[in-house]
């Protein structure tokens, strides 16, 4: 669970969020570390060698949920996020897609995955990013992202501010 579950998804705090992201001091080396809210210790952020992650909103768990329900939760994040993307794209241009599959496959492999898709991947956030960089008025790479880790968990959207770009790890070796 992250700190953003029940609340109700807005494009303006989504944006707002993320241009407070585009300021925020990002670490210039150091292992990727989760943060968590002090008396739940739901997440907050993560933080890694030039990177930052912050949940955007959380939707409700999705126990027992049936194919239509599920496949409607899933629908409706996916408008969330398209709507958050279409006031970014006005703003900065065009995003392009960075698959995320990529990296949870190398994982699997027990190959090597970059810090910033491991540390995705650790707060279960799978789904591929929109992205867009360097940002003009501050030289940064901002990814969002919606997805869950199974069935039953909640989708999540999460946004990563990066000091350098964001692209995709090469496929494993065996694909």
Do not use: K
């Amino acid at each position: 669970m992250s700190a953003r579950a029940g609340e109700t998804f807005a494009v303006a705090r989504g944006v707002a969020d993320i241009e407070a992201l585009l300021t925020a001091p990002l670490p210039a080396a150091g292992p990727a570390e989760a943060e968590g809210e002090p008396g739940t210790g739901e997440w907050t952020a993560t933080t890694g060698e030039g990177f930052r992650i912050v949940p955007l909103w959380e939707g409700d768990a999705l126990d027992g949920a049936d194919g239509p329900e599920w496949d409607d939760a899933q629908e409706a994040a996916r408008a969330r996020l398209a709507s958050l993307a279409a006031e970014l794209d006005r703003r900065w241009g065009d995003h392009r897609e960075v698959a995320v599959h990529h990296a949870l496959l190398l994982r699997e492999n027990g190959e090597p995955v970059p810090a910033l898709f491991e540390a995705l991947l650790d707060e279960d956030c799978y789904g591929d990013l929109s992205v867009w960089g360097p940002v003009p008025t501050h030289g940064r790479w901002v990814g969002v992202s919606v997805g869950h880790s199974d069935g039953d968990a909640p989708l999540v959207m999460a946004a990563v501010v990066s000091d350098r770009p964001i692209v995709a790890p090469d496929p494993p070796s065996w694909l």
